[in-house]
């Protein structure tokens, strides 16, 4: 807790904002199966077809960082 901003919220939230880290903490270690897997986003307002695109593609490279997909044309 030597960070003044997380200390004045762990007081000013009785340490409210810890207990839901933890909470946190352990459902991305249970999404990861026992590993720790950190979550990137909020993935519930995600919906196929009304907010997520499904166009068919293929991946045309590959990389640990990143794919690069090509699309077909719609």
């Not at 026992?34 to 519930?44: E, F, I, M, N, V």
């Amino acid at each position: 807790l030597t960070n003044p901003e997380l200390f004045r919220e762990t007081v000013a939230s009785n340490g409210e904002n810890l207990v839901r880290g933890m909470k946190m903490l352990a459902e991305d270690i249970a999404a990861g199966r026992g590993d720790l897997k950190l979550r990137q986003a909020d993935y519930t307002p995600f919906e196929i077809g009304k907010n997520i695109a499904t166009t068919p593609g293929k991946v045309i490279g590959r990389s640990d960082v990143a794919e690069i997909i090509q699309y077909d044309p719609v």
